[in-house]
């Protein structure tokens, strides 16, 4: 598929400043999910600036595609994206983590404009988003639900009871997306409680499968246009493979990170890192 | 079933069918436990309201939760040891965390399953649920106060749980009477001891206080069908207007009513309470009278507490 160059480039570049600010809200709070919220960075960053009709000026439009994050932990991403994109200014970001603030570790739908339901406890965005999927049926709305998992997510049992009635209902405005970045926190997915194979599981589930590679900016879009396109009455996977910490060398692939907050060298490092990306889109 | 049943979930059922018909907002989720309260009929007659979810308590709750943040006003049926325990972390966290506007109706409440044992008695419900914020308890007297109560429940924003009995619960409300969320109702009035009941259990207050009342004791009946939030000022009255208070519920001594009611006295006005319900023990084998009568939930041993205070 031909692609906007310059729709690319621009996604890119927001990509890097999600990064960096995630890397500075962590700095500064002295903790934070970082390495499973660079894994979904791209992803979110397509989502949020260019795929989900949202308005930052209306939260509660009742026309809004919905958007859960069901990993909940990887809400670094989320925040600065919701930031960025209008629903709560950009200096609510240095209170990440911070007494009374807003944003805490995962994502409270009461207490950040944007976020549609509060989530942390994996397994739970499924489900959520079929409810919400069969009330857009009920209402005759348009409006496409989606929602990103994680893959250790995935050995949850309600993810699975959730496959099924999606499935069953035929939802096709539901969409969910696995962050596959192939590592939890006691180590490889695959060692600590192996979920393949999972395009067979999802299929014999009845769901419509995609893979991409959901750190490549042209991939996502090429993807979500095919499924936000497909016409079958079927619910939508997208497995995505990421690499935990994308974008910054040290933290990739590396479990430590899965929660841990850099000291100033290493995110004066990672900063380095993702600028220098950057100068190389210009 | 016929149309004039008077168990709390037959009454369920045709309230909220009727609201339900009115308002298209209105959803019944299910859990493979439907035909027990007619969700056939309801599948028949508001088909683009019901959702069967099969055995999967958990994924129904959180179903409930995305019908609620979308504007509609969901009615979780399941048995209450199942939603009150197996899908407690989707009440507390997908409904409760966010205020989500999720009616849950707890089936076989207490030991109401009767000889289907221990795995089917809810003991632990309301102990379990009254921790949780957000979240309002309501536990009917009979099935008048069950229509009333899913009545209040839909006008109330933020979920409701309502624990109902099996079926053919006692009838207490003769004529017409005025609910509200949160206010108990005084069934009799009495100076002597004052007997505090939830539930279908109530019935066997307003014996004992008859069987009081031959010996001259007045016995105040209150039936406390709001548990959450419990209503402090008519626990306090009781106190300072009787010499005591006798506790009557279907539900361990631990996290119950009684216990509710001990906590206000104890804080506001400390007269003698003695709190009948199931000490803490699963349960002998036994039809459901049989149970109750060997806990000592019955009138002679609720008459038999009166006493103790007042003499």
């Known amino acids: 598929m031909v692609q906007d160059a310059e729709l690319v480039k621009r996604l890119k570049k927001m990509a890097a400043f999600i990064r960096r600010d995630s890397i500075q809200m962590s700095l500064k709070a002295g903790c934070g999910h970082v390495g499973p919220g660079l894994s979904w960075t791209d992803i979110c960053t397509v989502l949020f600036f260019h795929q989900l009709r949202i308005d930052p000026k209306n939260p509660d439009w009742l026309n809004r595609d919905r958007f859960i994050l069901s990993k909940g932990h990887g809400c670094l991403p989320l925040y600065s994206a919701l930031a960025r994109k209008g629903f ?3 200096e609510k970001l240095d209170t990440f983590c911070q007494l009374d603030s807003c944003l805490g570790g995962h994502p409270d739908c009461l207490a950040v404009p944007g976020v549609e339901i509060s989530t942390g406890s994996l397994g739970h965005g499924l489900p959520i988003a079929i409810g919400m999927a069969i009330a857009a049926k009920s209402d005759n709305k348009k409006y496409r639900v989606i929602t990103v998992m994680g893959d250790g997510e995935l050995q949850e049992g309600t993810v699975w009871e959730a496959a099924m009635a999606a499935a069953h209902y035929r939802l096709d405005n539901l969409t969910g997306i696995i962050d596959c970045n192939k590592l939890e926190i006691d180590g490889p997915v695959k060692e600590v409680m192996n979920i393949e194979p999972l395009k067979d599981k999802w299929k014999s589930f009845g769901w419509y499968v995609e893979e991409m590679d959901g750190n490549d900016i042209e991939d996502i879009l090429s993807t979500l246009e095919r499924v936000f396109g497909y016409k079958e009455e079927k619910p939508r996977i997208i497995i995505a493979h990421t690499i935990k910490g994308k974008g910054v060398s040290f933290m990739e692939n590396q479990v430590v990170w899965h929660y841990k907050a850099p ?7 990672a900063i380095r890192e993702i600028d220098l990306a950057l100068t190389k889109l210009k | 079933m016929s149309e004039k049943s008077t168990s709390m979930r037959d009454v369920f059922r ?8 009115k308002n298209p907002d209105i959803f019944v989720l299910t859990a493979d436990v439907g035909v027990s309260f007619g969700f056939p009929t309801m599948k028949e007659r508001i088909p683009k309201q019901t959702v069967e979810t099969g055995i999967a308590e958990q994924n129904m709750v959180g179903i409930a939760t995305g019908l609620a943040h979308s504007g509609k006003i969901p ?5 209450a040891f199942v939603l009150s325990m197996r899908a407690l ?9 966010s205020n989500a506007n999720v009616k849950f109706v707890g089936y076989c409440g207490g030991v109401a399953g009767g000889v289907l044992g221990n795995t089917h008695h809810a003991l632990e ?11 309002s308890i309501i536990v009917p007297a009979d099935g008048k106060e069950m229509g009333k109560a899913v009545r209040a429940a839909v006008e109330h924003k933020g979920p409701v749980y309502m624990r109902i009995g099996r079926s053919n619960e006692p009838i207490i409300y003769q004529n017409d009477y005025n609910f509200e969320m949160g206010k108990a109702v005084t069934l009799r009035e009495g100076k002597d001891i ?8 109530v019935s066997e207050a307003l014996k004992a206080a008859d069987e009081l009342a031959e010996e001259g004791i007045d016995a105040r009946v209150i039936n406390i069908h709001t548990i959450k939030p419990l209503d402090r000022e008519t626990v ?3 106190a300072e207007e009787t010499r005591g208070i006798v506790t009557v519920e279907e539900h361990n001594l631990w996290g119950g009513l009684g216990e509710s009611v001990a906590t206000v006295i104890a804080e506001e006005k400390c007269v003698p309470v003695k709190r009948i319900g199931i000490p803490d023990t699963f349960v002998v084998i036994g039809a459901h009278p049989e149970i109750l009568e060997r806990y000592g939930i019955t009138a002679s041993n609720i008459a038999d507490k009166a006493r103790e205070i007042v003499s």
């Open chain 1, 263 to 269: 000291d100033n060298d290493e995110a004066r490092q």
């Open chain 2, 125 to 135: 419900d309301i102990g379990i649920l009254k921790s949780l914020p957000n979240m």
């Open chain 2, 89 to 97: 972390e989707q009440i507390r966290t997908d409904v409760c965390y």
């Open chain 2, 75 to 79: 009615f979780v049926f399941a048995h």
């Open chain 1, 88 to 90: 709560f200014p950009m």
């Open chain 2, 236 to 238: 306090i009255r009781a």
């Open chain 2, 194 to 201: 004052s007997l505090i009941a939830t539930g279908l259990v």
């Open chain 2, 14 to 21: 045709e309230t909220v069918l009727e609201l339900a018909e």
